[in-house]
């Protein structure tokens, strides 16, 4: 592949817009040429002034992209010159360490030309990384995420840690890339999608024996999976993929993976900010009750635990139907634990699913709550022999639950209305793991998502 700053010589017109400080260009039919330049994570969109008096119109860029494609048949001796897309409406061409993306009607609501190149290309020591976190990343039989914001420096990061290995550690490494544009030695190969899918060339991957795989942009939830299917068959795997944070990463593979083998899939997340690691994050699993709960609860937690203080920050557990990530040790301005408001808020919702009426929940201990109802539905909550509580205990997990009248309900405990629960339907869906927020307050509960 390409080497970083290398590409075949370009119209005049385009080698001057790209200055060099220009991380991407944006031609748009009709509209003055834009510019994002800057270093990684300062990136400052700007219109470029004085960009030619011809126009920009529909007519030009076409014959633009005429010549792209032109300067690929003229360099078919380079291996980093290719047409990496061709679709009804869009291309992708890949010109040494450029990717050149084109679009037009109908897929595009007029044609444009979007120009895209490295800001930097660094090697692994000109990160200021902790030395165990290297130990950490040359023992390459390890999941591995990579997350940010876009051009926060995630890519990068991953070219860096692809060479480490390859240099310096001596592991055989292999890319999945759509489409290929990471810059790296050309003794790494890159694969793209075969017949258009990723699914496939992970099928090839394994026939050709690596040691370790850069999967680049794991976004979709089939993308997930295929990462999973991959690191469990024993590959090692860094994806590069797309969240604010590195919890909100682990979350985005919650439901694509089941519970019991997250922590084998993944292991070790790494948040980039302005082309820096901002946070690492590991996960492991054990067998103990969560936190908050007593001794007899005990079941797989999996520990987010932050790297290298060993600090556990979260835990990630099956709680009922869903899957919960709790922050550990922290209450809100209530004195409520993530643990107590989790359970509360299961129960509400379980009681507007059977009989829809008003309720109040108090936590008496870490492992008993009182339930309050109106009078005439404290039987048909609790059941024939007990069987509705005896339910809903076990799905929490074995929490002690009693129910009481509305009427002996004490004054600072809040009483759930329809409205209470038409909010709670609709954060149920926004998310399926729930997680605490310090802002929540009486009237506005973070329940389980």
């Known amino acids: 592949?390409?080497?970083?700053?290398?590409?075949?010589?370009?119209?005049?017109?385009?080698e001057n817009?790209?200055?060099?400080?220009?991380?991407?260009?944006?031609?748009?039919?009709?509209c003055?040429?834009?510019?994002?330049?800057?270093?990684?994570?300062?990136?400052?969109?700007?219109?470029?002034?004085?960009?030619?008096?011809?126009g920009w119109d529909n007519l030009r860029l076409e014959s633009l992209q005429e010549e792209l494609l032109t300067i690929i048949e003229n360099n078919q001796d380079r291996s980093d010159c290719f047409l990496e897309i061709d679709r009804k409406g869009c291309q992708v061409i890949q010109l040494g360490d450029l990717r050149i993306s084109c679009a037009w009607?109908?897929?595009?609501?007029?044609?444009?030309?979007?120009?895209?190149?490295?800001?930097?290309?660094?090697?692994?020591?000109d990160y200021d990384i902790d030395p165990k976190l290297i130990q950490r990343l040359s023992d390459h039989h390890r999941g591995v995420f990579i997350c940010g914001r876009p051009g926060s420096g995630k890519t990068t990061l991953a070219q860096a840690i692809a060479e480490y290995l390859d240099e310096d550690v001596g592991a055989m490494v292999k890319t999945m890339e759509s489409p290929r544009d990471l810059q790296l030695a050309n003794r790494i190969t890159q694969y793209a999608p075969l017949e258009g899918d990723l699914e496939k060339t992970a099928e090839i991957i394994f026939l050709v024996r690596p040691d370790f795989v850069i999967f680049d942009e794991v976004r979709r939830a089939r993308d997930?999976?295929?990462?999973?299917?991959?690191?469990?068959?024993?590959?090692?795997?860094?994806?590069?993929?797309?969240a604010n944070s590195a919890l909100e990463a682990i979350q985005r593979l919650i439901g694509k993976v089941e519970l019991g083998l997250v922590s084998q899939v993944l292991d070790t997340i790494l948040h980039v900010e302005s082309g820096k690691i901002e946070q690492v994050l590991e996960l492991r699993m054990t067998v103990k009750p969560p936190s908050g709960m007593q001794e007899e609860l005990a079941r797989p937690v999996i520990e987010v635990v932050e790297f290298p203080s060993g600090k556990v920050s979260h835990e990630m557990f099956a709680f009922g139907s869903e899957i919960a990530v709790?922050?550990?040790?922290?209450?809100?301005?209530?004195?409520?634990?993530?643990?107590?408001?989790?359970?509360?808020?299961?129960?509400?919702?379980?009681?507007?699913?059977?009989?829809?009426?008003?309720?109040?929940?108090?936590?008496?201990?870490?492992g008993s709550a009182e339930i309050y109802v109106p009078k005439g539905m404290v039987s048909t909550i609790i059941g024939k022999g007990g069987e509705n509580i005896k339910f809903?205990?076990?799905?929490?997990?074995?929490?002690?639950?009693?129910?009481?009248?509305?009427?002996?309900?004490?004054?600072?405990?809040?009483?759930?209305?329809?409205?209470?629960?038409?909010t709670q339907e609709r954060r149920a869906h926004e998310s399926r793991a729930w997680e605490y927020s310090k802002k929540s307050g009486k009237k506005s509960k973070k329940r389980r998502r």
């Open 326 to 366: 709790v922050p550990v040790d922290e209450t809100n301005s209530t004195g409520v634990t993530p643990m107590a408001a989790l359970a509360r808020d299961q129960i509400v919702q379980r009681i507007r699913q059977w009989v829809g009426v008003k309720c109040g929940v108090k936590f008496t201990s870490q």
């Open 32 to 54: 003055v040429p834009r510019t994002k330049a800057g270093g990684i994570g300062a990136l400052k969109l700007t219109e470029v002034e004085n960009a030619d008096d011809g």
């Open 1 to 14: 592949m390409a080497t970083f700053s290398s590409h075949p010589e370009l119209p005049e017109i385009l």
């Open 392 to 422: 809903l205990q076990e799905e929490l997990g074995g929490i002690r639950l009693s129910v009481s009248s509305l009427n002996d309900m004490p004054s600072d405990v809040y009483l759930y209305s329809e409205d209470s629960f038409e």
């Open 224 to 242: 997930f999976e295929i990462f999973a299917d991959v690191r469990l068959a024993g590959v090692g795997l860094l994806g590069v993929t797309h």
């Open 105 to 125: 009607p109908p897929f595009a609501d007029a044609r444009e030309i979007t120009i895209v190149r490295p800001v930097a290309k660094l090697s692994l020591s």
């Open 17 to 30: 817009l790209l200055e060099k400080d220009v991380h991407t260009l944006f031609l748009k039919a009709d």
